[in-house]
């Protein structure tokens, strides 16, 4: 109790281990003169002085306050004592054991009897936010899936290295165009770099590759011939030309090796003239599967001269192929980093340098709507198998030698054009 709620409360009486005896009242009210029953003698009980003024006490216990009685003790037990605590005793145990008895008597028996368990409910699996990319394979938003693949011609001058965004592409087409020179064509569609080019003219032959994936084309002129097929095949034209403010032109490299592209941009331009989406057939995917005896590490396409043949070496940890041009690297500008795409596949494709067109130039020629061999390197390996274009529209696939459909591991997929086998060696 606080001090400030009962400033007059007594305080308790301290207890002796000896005997304490019997006071008087007479002795009980002259205690606090009475050295020898004094709070300084501990062998006497403190008891409350009587004070008629102290609030606690009530009246008419002044005078006629009957003596305090002596304490028992409780230990020895008296004989009396002994006999009543053994009778309780006896009694409870009687009762207790009885009652026991009783409880297990009619406790029923039920160790021995097997209780079926109610077979529990299946956990809902979770929706998944995730799906197979068409283009790569890969996992990806649904709203990434449904978007347009947007294909982005990209120049391979030695002006033009290093090129931005080619490793953000799900898919690479590699061909000849002019004087032994290499162009490429990047579908993006999981990834939508800021920054892709330098943007480049159109070809009859990529045209068709594109058309294959439905997307949208974006280019910066073409050959006449090219210019012309975009026309009669009714593509989906995003040329510079035509639409000039999707695209920008830096400072730090000369024209025409300058012009840049940006996929965002580019896709919302489709959203205006409503291509909202590409309908294609994807190519059958599988899980990685490193060899544990690969057979193709190192890979050589050499499809014109020194300046612009490809060499692939095969990294086991990530079951993926870095790419090197010209002896070097081969890196993004955006990131800095070496391509090394998933897959690489030589298509043996038949090239003409072609006649001279009416604009002066000669402009190469590919048979690309029909079939051939396809040298598909992945996990380490080699399968010789065929690729099959039956048109412009058409998917371009690829099958085994027992002519089952090709499965590829998913993420980036590089293809170049070659004239003859003779273009390729590995070891």
């Given amino acids: 109790m606080h001090d400030d709620i009962r400033p007059n409360m007594p305080e308790p009486p301290k207890e002796s281990n000896e005997n304490t005896p019997f006071l008087t009242p007479d002795e009980a009210a002259t205690k606090d003169s009475n050295p020898e029953i004094s709070e300084s003698n501990p062998n ?24 305090k009685s002596k304490k028992h003790k409780l230990w020895p037990p008296t004989k009396k004592q002994l006999i009543i605590g053994g009778s309780i005793l006896a009694v409870i145990l009687i ?15 039920t160790a021995n009897i097997p209780v079926a368990k109610a077979p529990a409910k299946p956990k809902p ?21 449904n978007r347009p693949i947007t294909a982005v011609m990209i120049e391979n001058t030695t ?43 159109a070809r009859p032959y990529f045209i068709d590759w594109s058309m294959g994936f439905d997307a949208p084309y974006a280019h910066a002129g073409g050959s ?25 032109r830096i400072s730090s490299r000369p024209a025409p090796h300058n012009l840049y592209t940006n996929i965002v941009n580019l896709v919302s331009l489709e959203a205006k003239l409503g291509w909202t989406s590409s309908t294609f057939t994807g ?13 193709a590490t190192n890979i050589n396409f050499n499809p014109s001269y020194s300046t612009y043949n490809v060499s692939y070496s095969y990294n086991a940890q990530t079951d993926s192929y870095e790419r090197d041009e010209a002896g070097a690297a081969q890196t993004d500008a955006n990131t800095g980093q070496q391509l090394n795409p998933k897959v690489v596949i030589g298509l043996i494709v038949p090239w003409s340098q072609g006649s001279l067109d009416s604009s002066g130039a000669y402009y190469s020629t590919y048979q690309d709507i029909g079939s051939g061999k396809a040298y598909v390197f992945q996990d380490g390996t080699l399968t010789v198998g065929q690729w099959s274009k039956s048109s412009p529209t058409a998917a371009l696939t690829f099958t085994n030698s027992a002519g089952q459909p090709l499965k590829l591991n998913a993420g980036q997929t590089w293809i170049t054009a070659l004239a003859d086998t003779s273009e390729i060696s590995y070891n």
Wanted: positive net charge; without cysteine.
């Fill in 44 to 67: 006497r009980e403190n008891t409350v002085p009587v004070n008629s003024s102290n609030p606690m006490l009530g009246k008419g216990i002044l005078d006629n306050s009957p003596p």
């Fill in 95 to 109: 009762v207790g054991g009885g009652l026991t008895y009783m409880a297990l008597r009619h406790k029923p028996i």
């Fill in 159 to 201: 002006y033009a290295r290093p090129q931005a965004g080619l490793s953000q592409a799900g898919v690479v087409f590699e061909a000849l165009t002019e004087g032994g020179i290499t162009r490429f064509m990047a579908l993006f569609q999981d990834q939508l770099p800021t920054f892709v080019g330098p943007v480049r003219s």
């Fill in 224 to 248: 006449p011939q090219a210019l012309s097929y975009i026309q009669s095949q009714k593509v989906k034209n995003l040329d510079y030309m035509y639409y000039p403010n999707y695209y920008t």
């Fill in 283 to 295: 190519w059958p995917r599988k899980a990685d599967s490193p060899s544990k005896s690969p057979n």
């Fill in 125 to 145: 699996k979770p929706a998944s936010n995730t799906v197979a990319s068409t283009l790569t394979g890969l996992q990806v938003p649904p709203a990434d899936n």
